[in-house]
């Protein structure tokens, strides 16, 4: 089997929380649902420790489903590159109310608004 | 309706302590992720883009006006205060943890209610005519067949983990509302000519996703004694013969397209003969037990004619409208079945809040007996409202926003979660839903155009049935961004036929121009009182085509 | 690797013959590929033969070839694969009154439906045992004791429990109308 194909830098490392399913992100010390606390991984040295912690942390049945996201750094910190995972750390786009984006801290912007 | 007898509810309280079991055995380690993945998706729990989902059985789409409520109880408590009514009678919350799923299910159970294979590679949730029982064109109620199925599936030991997901669907009328051709197995129940014994026919391999194809007829007759063990017939050919080294071509479709609908038939009846059927049939009693829960309910003898109808539909011209569109015609002289639109303009279609479920379990209470259907148009039906009474409904119905008035026309469109909610999915599906929705708003103008069928996927698994949309339209991505490709023609009818390609894929924002185009080709080329699907299988492609082409490369010169 | 059946742990009497090495002493597990081979030598020397069947085998075709073996192992790639269980069950269907058993890394959880298609025993891999002790397969027997499917596994099904109700009923009922009458 091919190795999985790397993302191209810099990366965060996004998953779910076991327990509950949340989107989180890992940080520093840990996991947090806010995706500007994610650590950035703008090497391959980096982005590959960052991703045995991901298998790590799966093994010891914190989250699920961790993998590397490729992002844009801004003032808002590290915003995903492709609109899939965009839309993790926002919520539903057809639901402002719900999700990460209603919880205010971040502004509901990057992935196009279909308004016809 | 069905009620659970002793062993029915022993049994699914049973299956609830084990599910919560396996989530214990999960956090604690016993079981890895790869190893619960199958168990909690047999019981209807998906890890999803923002959270995990679970997806409830409302078995053949009937629910009680208590199980209702329930549901509208577990939204508030456990979820954010709405539900999502599938395309296969299926409701699903957004939002739960997994440690409260096993008290969800606790919950569900205390209503005789369950999420058992509603996911995973085991035979599905069976699905059934949303008006069995009520309409006039039916052989027989197709539910007693259907929960005989739900009972004989349910933990079946070797069909657990089968190739790919199984979904079986019943119908007992002449018109097909529930699209057994489209299914892994259809079953049609009719009389043997000449008998008048009753019986099934099979179809066998339809399916949408990757790979469209229609169910072929693998028994033209099959006694009704003999059902379970049949179904066993092609279940243990397929679990053996179906292909495991590609999860595309995992479905019994597959194999019956590949081996051919004759050699499957051959296998099966070979398999099907070697069975010692009555160890495995359900002895006549019980299929009787079961049938007579379903026994109508308590009608009364009511005239034909309602004045008090024709008078209120004379005095308001909103409620004729909606008596045009939503109601149905009954079996039963004085009553009719009314169609509870979950597609307001612009709403997300299948979502009902909490408030909404109480009020609509409060009116099947006051109107129709109690019951409440599910239809794979993610509406709700009231099944047995008097004639005399529709026009209180309507007034609650409107009161409480819930009486929109699109049955079968332009906006009542089907559209699954898509990229809103679903890891699956490419692309959004419900903002094409919205616009399309909104651009189509005018009652006037829906009603000029008549019955049209958008259905809607965000991919290609086609929850959204959009190959046997009359309109379909699929999402898709490419180069990081959505977009969306739209087929013409398909019907999910008894005169099923899947949709075909009519140009390139377009952004999101080009797809309402894009059906208006369609739509306009319609309204100039049709004859008087002729469908959308009509005037399409008898123009063909052609001219749609060329409308739409001449819009996108109007719209590229425009660009440039 | 553990044996296990429906009370716990089990002495596995049997051993496998395995690719490149000589038959081994005692009762055999032969792949099917050896089986006419070396079924002879077992049986002269007093001892029994069981085969081991790929799951994708054809019970048209193995069941002449299975007169006299004592045992059939199934192999189960991955858990996830059940064409085993359809094995077993036309296997048991076809009249094989000898010990099945299910070979391959089943979970605790699926000692229901291994039973429930005429399996006797499963051998899974120690790394499953170390994640869920014998403790968790018979709790998960204890914990689903009814089933649906009639001619599925040992004991009464729903649909066999209702029908007995049934005659029950109709029983005291006509000894009813006989007390009645006298």
């Known amino acids: 089997m091919a190795a999985p194909k790397k993302p191209p830098l810099p990366v965060i490392l996004m998953a779910n929380d076991l327990i509950d399913g949340e989107v989180v992100f890992r940080t520093a010390t840990g996991w947090s649902s806010e995706p500007r606390e994610a650590l950035i991984a703008g090497n391959a040295q980096a982005a590959d420790a960052l991703e045995a912690e991901g298998i790590a942390e799966m093994s010891r049945n914190k989250v699920v489903d961790a993998y590397l996201v490729d992002v844009v750094l801004g003032e808002n910190g590290p915003q995903p590159r492709h609109f899939r995972e965009r839309l993790r750390t926002l919520g539903p786009s057809i639901r402002p109310d719900l999700g990460k984006q209603a919880q205010s801290v971040i502004e509901p912007r990057g992935v196009p608004h279909v308004s016809l | ?560 | 690797m553990p044996l296990i059946d429906a009370t716990g742990f089990k002495q596995n009497g049997f051993a496998r013959m395995t690719e490149g090495c000589s038959l081994p002493a005692g009762d055999v597990i032969l792949p099917l590929e050896k089986l006419s081979t070396w079924r002879e030598e077992v049986f002269s020397r007093g001892d029994r033969v069981g085969v081991h069947l790929p799951n994708t085998a054809r019970v048209d075709e193995v069941w002449p070839l299975l007169d006299d073996v004592a045992l059939v192992s199934i192999d189960f790639p991955s858990f996830a694969d059940g064409r085993g269980f359809s094995l077993a069950r036309g296997l048991r269907q076809r009249g094989f009154f000898g010990v099945l058993r299910a070979f391959g890394p089943l979970i605790a959880d699926q000692m229901r439906h291994a039973l429930g298609c005429g399996f006797d025993e499963v051998e899974t891999p120690e790394a499953v045992i170390v994640r869920q002790p014998i403790s968790q397969w018979r709790a998960a027997l204890e914990t689903i004791t009814l089933r649906y499917q009639r001619g599925a596994g040992n004991g009464l099904s729903i649909l066999d429990r209702r029908r007995a109700a049934r005659e029950m009923g109709h029983r005291r009922f006509h000894s009813g109308l006989a007390l009645a009458r006298e």
């Open chain 2, 1 to 560: 309706m069905y009620r659970y007898d002793e062993f029915d509810s022993r049994f699914v309280r049973e299956r609830v302590r084990e599910f919560r079991a396996q989530v214990e055995r999960r956090l604690d380690g016993s079981l890895t992720e790869d190893e619960f993945k199958p168990l909690r998706l047999q019981n209807g729990l998906y890890l999803q883009l923002h959270a995990y989902m679970l997806r409830i059985a409302i078995p053949y789409g009937t629910l009680s006006s208590r199980q209702l409520r329930q549901l509208a109880l577990i939204a508030d408590r456990y979820d954010r205060g709405y539900g999502h009514f599938t395309t296969r009678q299926n409701l699903q919350f957004n939002w739960p943890k997994l440690k409260d799923v096993p008290d969800i299910l606790d919950l569900l159970a205390d209503v005789e209610m369950h999420a058992i294979q509603t996911s995973g590679n085991c035979i599905r949730n069976v699905t059934a005519d949303h008006f069995a029982g009520v309409a006039a064109d039916e052989v027989e109620d197709p539910r007693p067949t259907a929960e005989l199925i739900r009972q004989w599936s349910s933990l079946h030991p070797e069909f657990s983990f089968l190739p790919r997901k199984f979904k079986i669907a019943v119908t007992g009328a002449e018109h097909d509302r529930a699209a057994i051709k489209a299914h892994d197995i259809g079953l049609r129940i009719l009389r043997r000519p000449g008998t008048g014994e009753i019986g099934y026919e099979v179809i066998v391999g339809g399916g949408l996703g990757r790979t469209p194809m229609i169910g072929k007829v693998v028994r033209e007759f099959l006694p009704r004694a003999d059902l379970l063990s049949f179904l066993e017939a092609i279940m243990r050919v397929y679990n053996l013969e179906g292909r495991r080294d590609n999860k595309f071509k995992a479905r019994v479709k597959i194999l019956v397209h590949e081996i051919g609908a004759e050699e499957f038939r051959r296998r099966v009846e070979q398999e099907f003969a070697a069975l010692d059927g009555p160890s495995v049939n359900a002895d006549p009693e019980e299929v009787k037990r079961i049938a007579a829960y379903f026994a109508p309910p308590p009608y009364e003898e009511l005239p034909e004619r309602s004045v008090k109808l024709s008078i209120a539909k004379a005095a308001h011209r909103d409620f004729a409208r909606f008596v045009e569109t939503n109601v149905f015609a009954h079996r039963v002289p004085g009553y009719a079945a009314v169609t509870i639109s979950l597609k307001p303009i612009g709403g997300v279609p299948g979502d009902a809040t909490s408030e909404q479920m109480r009020i609509i379990a409060e009116l099947a209470e006051r109107y129709s007996f109690g019951e409440i259907r599910v239809t794979y148009m993610q509406n709700l039906v009231l099944p047995h409202v008097r004639n005399d009474e529709l026009f209180a409904l309507w007034e609650a119905l409107d009161a409480a926003e819930l009486a929109t008035a699109n049955a079968s026309l332009v906006t009542d469109i089907i559209s699954c979660p898509g990229l809103d909610y679903c890891s699956l999915a490419t692309a959004r599906s419900i903002p094409i839903a919205q616009s399309l929705s909104r651009r189509f708003a005018d009652g006037a103008r829906q009603r000029e155009i008549g019955p049209l069928g958008i259905k809607i996927s965000g991919c290609i698994n086609a929850c959204g049935h959009h190959h046997i949309g009359n309109i379909g339209i699929l999402g898709l991505e490419k180069n990081g961004a959505e977009y969306y490709q739209l087929t013409l023609g398909g019907d999910a009818t008894e005169n099923a036929a899947l949709g075909e390609r009519l140009g390139p894929g377009l952004a999101a924002e080009e797809v309402p121009d894009a059906v208006e185009k369609i739509v306009n080709v319609y309204l100039q080329e049709r004859s008087v009182g002729e469908e959308f699907i009509a005037t399409y299988r008898r123009l063909g492609i052609a001219p749609f085509r060329q409308a739409f082409e001449k819009g996108v490369e109007g719209d590229q010169h425009a660009a440039h």
